[in-house]
């Protein structure tokens, strides 16, 4: 099983999908395996991602007495944690801006990714790492409305984490100046949890789940820096009181922006953009 | 169902740090605010620790109490839940505890 996601069997699979190709190309990737985490991927000086730990292997003593009590003090996600800071590093040496799209399955992450995508096209630089269980059907999505994207597929896993998105930061090679999305499992629990590494996170919540879910599921709420209220085309349609959830998110996380979007209209799109941009950074030379 | 991933980072790190060594008992510090169930790491523990050095190991879990201090009225307080909130009504509070998640010590035998 891996030790950093939980999931079980091979672990997860990592597959590129180039934009504008029929095919694409396998990326196993055995999660868990010891791939290098230096070179190819360029964080920086050689060190090892061993690390998080940063703390050395106590050694065993030899078989003097009885038991005794050895103090960690360690955070339990120390390791996914510093990945996680190694990825960012990355991204700010490179120049990318990367993003942890995250919201409960259904909401629609994927739609909302194509529909930014094709708008965009030619206007600024996006690719996507799709997280999912299995298949490869969002990624196909995605590929269609002219984006590069990597799938990782993660077995059992209910998250992404620090690691896979290395490996697929790795893989799709984001150029200086470019966005990355990270469109995380669908799950409200879970991915809530695990720093990636982005720079910033962003819960989409549509209409159609209710206005509950951030009295529901606070954790998910607290870190995020952009609420996106989606498919807002059907608020005549549902029972959803707007400004109770706005008051919802706000008790959660204070800081965070909220947009109000529909992928299928395109209402509020262009202020969704708008936010992108404004966190891009320019080019290097 | 994050807490297997939880639990097995927990043996990950602790096999990390005490190669070889035979752990009879491990002390997790779990805060209200961590977004970690402690039943949950108690549920998973004795499946992730199968065939490890941890194998059949005690598990004690130290759970803290959020706490929080708002920025408006002053106060400290225990918030209700996760929902960080002060009584006075305020959002703008700072979390002074309860967001641990850590091992905080092993028995080695």
């Known amino acids: 099983m891996c030790a950093t996601c ?12 180039p934009a504008g190709h029929a095919n694409h190309e396998h990326l196993s990737h055995e999660h868990g395996a010891s791939h290098d985490h230096g070179a190819s991927h360029d964080h920086g000086a050689s060190h090892d991602h061993e690390g998080p730990g940063d703390a050395d292997p106590i050694p065993a003593t030899s078989a003097e ?9 360690q955070k339990v996600l120390a390791k996914n944690d510093h990945l996680a800071e190694l990825n960012r590093d990355w991204l700010r040496q490179r120049g990318v801006l990367a993003v942890n799209l995250m919201s409960s399955p ?26 999912g269980q299995a298949g490869v059907l969002d990624a196909r999505r995605i590929r269609s409305a002219g984006c590069l994207v990597v799938q990782i597929n993660t077995g ?22 470019s966005v990355v999305v990270i469109e995380n499992v669908g799950n409200l629990v879970c991915p809530a949890l695990f720093d990636l590494g982005e720079q910033a996170r962003v819960v989409l919540a549509s209409v159609t789940e209710g206005d509950d879910k951030p009295v529901k599921y606070p954790h998910m709420f607290r870190r ?9 085309d059907l608020l ?50 | 169902m994050h807490e297997l991933a939880i639990t097995e980072s927990v043996v990950d790190a602790v096999t990390r740090r005490l190669p070889g060594a035979r ?81 905080a010590s092993v028995q080695v035998a």
């Open chain 1, 236 to 285: 005549p349609y549902v029972d959803f009181d707007s400004r109770q959830h706005a008051a919802d998110v706000r008790r959660s996380s204070p800081s965070a922006l909220m947009l109000q979007v529909s992928a299928t209209t395109g209402a509020g799109m262009q202020e969704w953009y708008d936010w992108l941009r404004r966190r891009t950074p320019a080019p290097q030379e």
């Open chain 1, 65 to 73: 007495s009885a038991e005794r009590t050895v103090l960690l003090e």
């Open chain 1, 156 to 177: 059992a896993g209910c998250h992404l984490d620090a690691e896979m998105v290395a490996e697929g930061l790795r893989v799709l090679d984001p150029p200086s100046g």
């Open chain 1, 106 to 131: 259904g909401a629609g992450k994927t739609t909302l990714l194509e529909r930014t995508a094709r708008e965009l096209a030619g206007k600024m630089d996006i690719s996507v790492i799709e997280g």
């Open chain 2, 23 to 103: 752990i009879t008992c491990v002390r997790l510090e779990i805060g209200a605010l961590s977004g970690v169930v402690a039943d949950s790491v108690r549920f998973c523990f004795d499946l992730v620790t199968e065939g490890t050095n941890l194998e059949g190991a005690r598990l004690e879990i130290t759970e803290t109490a959020g706490r929080c201090h708002c920025r408006v009225c002053g106060v400290d307080f225990e918030p209700d839940g996760a929902i960080t909130l002060c009584p006075c009504g305020s959002i703008e509070i700072k979390v002074l505890a309860g967001q641990e998640l850590k091992i």
């Open chain 1, 6 to 17: 939980g999931c079980s069997g091979s672990g997860a699979v990592i597959q590129l999908f």
């Open chain 1, 224 to 232: 995020a820096d952009l609420v996106l209220v989606s498919k807002t």
